[in-house]
């Protein structure tokens, strides 16, 4: 059985996303991510990021490396790099959720 690993990092957005770019944005992500046996979730505030990714050692190293060299994101900070025994999102190849000052508000259909 593959090892699994789990990787949590913060970033900010070069400019406050619109609903078709972090619409664009979760395509891209959960595409790349099917491929590579990754799954996670992603918090988006105020044009910040936090983001948890979960699989196999090599696909988690090809997502890392994209989102590092995407020209949306600033200010990489990885918060967390470690293996664990079992995925917490299974079914989510990206959940996401937008969180502003008055709550979760997430543009239907794009957050899971």
């Known amino acids: 059985m593959t090892q699994l690993h789990a ?3 913060v970033s900010t957005a ?5 609903e ?3 619409s664009h944005l979760l395509d891209r992500a959960r595409t790349r991510n099917s491929q590579e046996g990754v799954t996670g979730v992603l918090l988006y505030s105020h044009r910040n990021f936090i983001q948890y990714l979960e699989g196999p050692a090599a696909g988690l190293e090809k997502v890392y490396a ?3 060299a995407d020209p ?7 918060l967390m790099r470690e293996p664990i025994e079992s995925r917490e999102f ?10 502003s000052a008055f709550g979760l508000a997430s543009p239907p ?4």
């Open 7 to 9: 990787l949590v990092y």
């Open 14 to 18: 070069t400019h406050s996303l619109s």
């Open 20 to 22: 078709d770019e972090l």
């Open 66 to 68: 994209v989102i590092k």
């Open 72 to 78: 949306q994101h600033q200010g990489i900070i990885e």
């Open 90 to 99: 299974l079914d989510w190849s990206m959940a996401f959720r937008n969180i």
């Open 109 to 112: 259909g794009i957050y899971t």
